[in-house]
């Protein structure tokens, strides 16, 4: 109750000239899961600027240990929402691991994430790169001046292992792009073998975000993708490098999502569509005026029960800059983005890019059509929700009209070819011509059948 009376306080005293519509709530005590990353950070400022209590909602926010006691957790009711993994929703929803229906109203962001070499891997890399006239090196960084490393490693007998935070995270696929873009193959999944390592180059494993650093120290992998602040929390320690953030890889790629079940969803559609204004409140707040508000962000965010991290080290990121090596600090202005580029909206096109690689890689075992993408993306994320919403915080004076994709068939735009790493367009509305067009990783019929690709 303590923690509920502040919010409280601290609704009153934030609370401007408009005010929001309270709507015949189903259920107003809730208690959201998250992990400490940056990106979690729309649910922060909701609670902390006061705007789920503006909605009647009383909110409890509850770090969790892992992606998957954070899932389970949604699945099992002990947690009436959370901040997700994009691919947790669409595996869970197809039954790639756990199985049940899951949806997002909300995109929790874009971009936000970055790739982190030990130091004595940087230092083998670094004559394989391009540098600048200042002696800087060239970004983006090409995993092809990882593979020599990787090569070198392969002949001594040593395995060269990187982490990532979860099968089915961004993370992953971002990871495994990067070394396919390189022309190192980060594995498969098939099966039987669930572990991503069939036919690697890069053995990728599990890592959970806060002991990324700490792992990567003790020697255990050779580098890693994770979200902030894990990337620049090995710059301030110097045990490592970043070496290409994900807005390098892909320009304003889809991040983490707010997920709930659907039985949630259809039982309490009130409250959805509540904790759906509060949250975009806070998009809102996070991007509006050039970044403004993001020190006081920062500050939030900083706090044990949220990230808990140095402010300083969060800052890194979050303030539109991002530091490589150590005072080779670059101007990032879309790192982290929340709101612009209406990150908020839930694309079909973002779905099925990640169920894409989903398919790439082998945790889809068989070939699906490209109608079968569609109808994924359509169960699992709900722009229908997320814009009645934005339709009660137009009306209501909160938002305004042109921030909001109204007449969207929910399909971004191709992805031009200069916005990738690898030089391929995406078009989420061709996922089989784009799984085509990609040098590797499994096409049209083929299959992985124990350690080899058949069809």
Same mark, same amino acid.
Request: aromatic share 12%; glycine share 8%.
């Given at each position: 109750?303590?923690?509920?009376?502040?919010?409280?306080?601290? #609704?009153?005293?934030?609370?401007?000239?408009?005010?929001?519509?309270?709507?015949?709530?189903?259920?107003?005590?809730?208690?959201?899961?998250?992990?400490?990353?940056?990106?979690?950070?729309?649910?922060?400022? &909701?609670?902390?600027?006061?705007?789920?209590?503006?909605? /009647?909602?009383?909110?409890?926010?509850?770090?969790?240990?892992?992606?998957?006691?954070?899932?389970?957790?949604?699945?099992?009711?002990?947690?009436?929402? &959370?901040?997700?993994?994009?691919?947790?929703?669409?595996?869970?929803?197809?039954?790639?691991?756990?199985?049940?229906?899951?949806?997002?109203?909300?995109?929790?962001?874009?971009?936000?994430?970055?790739?982190?070499? #030990?130091?004595?891997?940087?230092?083998?890399?670094?004559?394989?790169?391009?540098?600048?006239?200042?002696?800087?090196?060239?970004?983006?960084?090409?995993?092809?001046?990882?593979?020599?490393?990787?090569?070198?490693?392969?002949?001594?007998?040593?395995?060269?292992?990187?982490?990532?935070?979860?099968?089915?995270?961004?993370?992953?696929?971002?990871?495994?792009?990067?070394?396919?873009?390189?022309?190192?193959?980060?594995?498969?999944?098939?099966?039987?073998?669930?572990? /991503?390592?069939? &036919?690697?180059?890069?053995?990728?494993?599990?890592?959970?975000?806060?002991?990324?650093?700490?792992?990567?120290?003790?020697?255990?992998?050779?580098?890693?993708?994770?979200?902030?602040?894990?990337?620049?929390?090995?710059?301030?320690?110097?045990?490592?490098?970043?070496?290409?953030?994900?807005?390098?890889?892909?320009?304003?790629?889809?991040?983490?999502?707010?997920?709930?079940?659907?039985?949630?969803?259809?039982?309490?559609?009130?409250?959805?569509?509540?904790?759906?204004?509060?949250?975009?409140?806070?998009?809102?707040?996070?991007?509006?005026?050039?970044?403004?508000?993001?020190?006081? &962000?920062?500050?939030?965010?900083?706090?044990?029960?949220?990230?808990?991290?140095?402010?300083?080290?969060?800052?890194? #990121?979050?303030?539109?800059?991002?530091?490589?090596?150590?005072?080779?600090?670059?101007?990032?202005?879309?790192?982290?983005?929340?709101?612009?580029?209406?990150?908020?909206?839930?694309?079909?096109?973002?779905?099925?890019?990640?169920?894409?690689?989903?398919?790439?890689?082998?945790? +889809?075992?068989?070939?699906?059509?490209?109608?079968?993408?569609?109808?994924?993306?359509?169960?699992?994320?709900?722009?229908?929700?997320?814009?009645?919403?934005?339709?009660?915080?137009?009306?209501?004076?909160?938002?305004?009209?042109?921030?909001?994709?109204?007449?969207?068939?929910?399909?971004?735009?191709?992805?031009?070819?200069?916005? +990738?790493?690898? /030089? +391929?367009?995406?078009?989420?509305?061709?996922?089989?011509?784009?799984?085509? #067009?990609?040098?590797?990783?499994?096409?049209?019929?083929?299959?992985?059948?124990?350690?080899?690709?058949?069809?």
């Amino acid at each position: 109750m303590k923690k509920v009376f502040f919010g409280l306080a601290a #609704s009153v005293a934030l609370a401007g000239p408009a005010f929001a519509e309270m709507l015949d709530l189903e259920k107003d005590e809730l208690t959201f899961g998250f992990i400490k990353l940056t990106d979690m950070a729309p649910l922060a400022v &909701a609670y902390e600027q006061g705007y789920f209590l503006d909605e /009647g909602l009383f909110v409890t926010l509850e770090a969790q240990a892992n992606w998957k006691v954070l899932l389970d957790g949604v699945i099992g009711g002990q947690l009436d929402g &959370a901040h997700m993994l994009a691919g947790q929703p669409l595996a869970a929803t197809i039954g790639f691991g756990t199985e049940a229906h899951i949806i997002t109203p909300f995109s929790m962001d874009l971009n936000g994430n970055g790739i982190t070499v #030990s130091n004595e891997i940087w230092e083998q890399m670094k004559p394989n790169i391009p540098t600048m006239d200042d002696g800087r090196p060239q970004h983006p960084i090409s995993a092809s001046a990882l593979a020599p490393v990787v090569e070198k490693y392969k002949s001594e007998g040593k395995p060269f292992n990187m982490g990532m935070v979860f099968p089915v995270s961004t993370h992953n696929y971002e990871l495994r792009y990067w070394l396919a873009a390189g022309g190192l193959h980060p594995g498969y999944y098939s099966t039987d073998n669930i572990s /991503g390592q069939i &036919a690697a180059d890069v053995l990728l494993s599990v890592t959970p975000p806060p002991q990324m650093p700490a792992t990567l120290e003790a020697g255990t992998i050779y580098g890693y993708c994770v979200g902030e602040p894990w990337n620049q929390q090995a710059v301030f320690k110097g045990i490592g490098v970043p070496v290409i953030t994900d807005y390098e890889l892909w320009k304003n790629n889809p991040e983490k999502v707010f997920g709930i079940s659907a039985e949630f969803a259809q039982q309490y559609p009130n409250t959805t569509k509540a904790v759906t204004k509060a949250l975009i409140r806070a998009a809102m707040w996070l991007d509006e005026n050039d970044n403004a508000n993001r020190m006081e &962000a920062v500050e939030i965010l900083s706090k044990p029960e949220y990230v808990g991290a140095d402010a300083e080290v969060i800052a890194n #990121s979050m303030t539109g800059t991002f530091e490589y090596e150590k005072g080779d600090k670059r101007e990032v202005p879309d790192f982290n983005v929340f709101f612009r580029y209406n990150a908020t909206y839930p694309f079909y096109s973002d779905a099925v890019w990640y169920l894409t690689q989903m398919r790439r890689w082998g945790q +889809i075992a068989e070939a699906k059509s490209d109608e079968w993408y569609d109808e994924v993306a359509r169960k699992v994320y709900r722009p229908d929700i997320y814009l009645e919403a934005a339709r009660l915080l137009v009306d209501e004076g909160l938002a305004n009209e042109a921030d909001f994709p109204w007449d969207s068939d929910g399909y971004k735009a191709p992805t031009p070819a200069a916005d +990738i790493i690898d /030089g +391929i367009e995406y078009d989420g509305k061709a996922p089989n011509a784009y799984l085509d #067009s990609l040098p590797i990783g499994l096409k049209g019929q083929q299959k992985v059948v124990g350690n080899e690709v058949q069809g």
